[in-house]
T-cell receptor, first 117, second 112 residues
Framework: DTGVSQDPRHKITKRGQNVTFRCDPI?????LYWYRQTLGQGPEFLTY????????KSRLLSDRFSAERPKGSFSTLEIQRTEQGDSAMYLC???????????????FGPGTRLTVL | RKEVEQDPGPFNVPEGATVAFNCTYS??????FFWYRQDCRKEPKLLMS?????NEDGRFTAQLNRASQYISLLIRDSKLSDSATYLC?????????????WGLGTSLAVNP
């Protein structure tokens, strides 16, 4: 399977704990995105990498959230001092640079479902 | 006005029916448009990109009306497996997919 993968698929943690999620994009994709999705809502953009550079962060991404993509391949999203409001599905997507023949279509991983107790 | 608006439904239709969803967007300069499908507790999956000339993929037809700022998705001969949430997605800038704007989705239930 050469799609986007995420690990873990589910995470249950106690309030105040730190959690880290991993995303492995499609290998030839240089763009990587993190989203958060809660029930009944569309995905909310969190942050974006082009290769190893984090080019944009949403205002939704508080100081407790940090994301890295150190070698331009996999990425990690860390949440420190988790709160109950952090409970959501965290989705990773990747895409390649658009060309004249193709748009910059994003492909999603299966997500990490976080439950903060 | 929301940037992307969809009727949340649910749409309940019998197998074999034709069903259409509309989605309106507020930014007239928006560049590209997509329909994603999302099954319950799963990730969104690209269903179709939407081109100015309209495009068809099997039972699915997508159309764009720039003048009225809406896109549509038509599903013909609906199957039980079409039951899902259909998300309308708008890219406000060419070559920049960092800030895709997502609708809340339209829920479809196809009944036997």
């Amino acid at each position: 399977d050469t799609g986007v993968s995420q690990d873990p698929r589910h995470k249950i943690t106690k309030r105040g704990q730190n959690v880290t999620f991993r995303c492995d994009p499609i290998s030839e994709h240089n763009r990587l995105y993190w989203y958060r999705q809660t029930l009944g809502q569309g995905p909310e953009f969190l942050t974006y990498f082009q290769n190893e550079a984090q080019l944009e962060k949403s205002r939704l991404l508080s100081d407790r959230f940090s994301a890295e993509r150190p070698k331009g391949s996999f990425s990690t999203l860390e949440i420190q001092r988790t709160e109950q409001g952090d409970s959501a599905m965290y989705l990773c997507a990747s895409s390649s640079r658009p060309t004249l023949q193709s748009t910059d279509t994003q492909y999603f991983g299966p997500g990490t479902r976080l439950t903060v107790l | 006005r929301k940037e992307v608006e969809q009727d949340p439904g649910p749409f309940n239709v019998p197998e074999g029916a034709t069903v259409a969803f509309n989605c309106t967007y507020s930014n007239s300069a928006s560049q590209s448009f997509f329909w994603y499908r999302q099954d319950c507790r799963k990730e969104p999956k690209l269903l179709m990109s939407v081109y100015s000339s309209g495009n068809e993929d099997g039972r699915f037809t997508a159309q764009l009306n720039r003048a009225s700022q809406y896109i549509s998705l038509l599903i013909r001969d609906s199957k039980l497996s079409d039951s899902a949430t259909y998300l309308c997605v708008v890219n406000p800038k060419a070559g920049n997919n960092r800030k895709l704007i997502w609708g809340l989705g339209t829920s479809l239930a196809v009944n036997p």
